[in-house]
């Protein structure tokens, strides 16, 4: 296993849609320990592969840590199609790996159903709520080369805009790793 560094705002593969995998081969298992070796070391909750430098289309969440999922079991989402979103929407904040230090308030439907790929290539399929539905939909962005400023008004992407430059210029501090300067 190998920890990865963490692509940040501004890399290019952050901006594309993601290939879908074709087969769960022993490679795409390899990039699946790396991206929990990489997420775990950087206390994150969810984490797709371009954020490793991968244009796969695959992510995994844990939400161990979180109020309310003490009993979660890690979760790897390959091929996802979310197939239905709720007409509710929530705001809630958002973080980011590759935002580091930032953070902001992104609406979002509050329930949606997914259909993906597990490890053993079965259809899976469930409805989501609340924090999970939430990381679902933010790595699912990820995917299609979404981002939070992407999904904040345009008035708060204002307010986003010199953080955002700070982090493309590597004008921050992170306790992990992220790539260089392109
Ligand atoms: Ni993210």
Redesign the pocket.
């Known amino acids: 296993m190998s920890l990865m560094p963490v692509t940040v705002y501004g890399d290019s593969i952050l901006r594309e849609t993601a290939k879908p995998i074709l087969s769960v081969d022993d490679e795409i298992i390899q990039n699946i320990h790396d991206l929990f070796e990489t997420m775990r070391n950087a206390n994150g909750i969810?984490l797709a592969a371009n954020?490793v430098g991968l244009n796969k289309k695959m992510f995994i969440i844990d939400l161990k840590g979180v109020d309310g999922y003490d009993d979660f079991k890690p979760l790897v989402v390959i091929n996802p199609e979310i197939i239905e979103y709720s007409d509710e929407l929530i705001i809630m904040e958002e973080g980011?790996?590759?935002l580091p230090d930032l953070r902001a308030d992104v609406e979002r439907s509050e329930f949606i159903k997914i259909k993906y790929l597990d490890t053993d290539e079965e259809l899976q399929e469930f409805e989501a709520e609340s924090w999970l539905a939430r990381v679902i939909l933010?790595e699912y962005d990820?995917l299609i080369g979404k981002?939070i400023p992407d999904r904040v008004e345009p008035r708060i992407k204002q307010k986003l805009k010199g953080d955002l430059i700070r982090i493309m210029k590597r004008d921050i501090e992170t306790d992990y790793q992220i790539t260089e300067r392109g």
């Open positions: 969810g954020q980011c790996l590759s933010h990820h981002m």
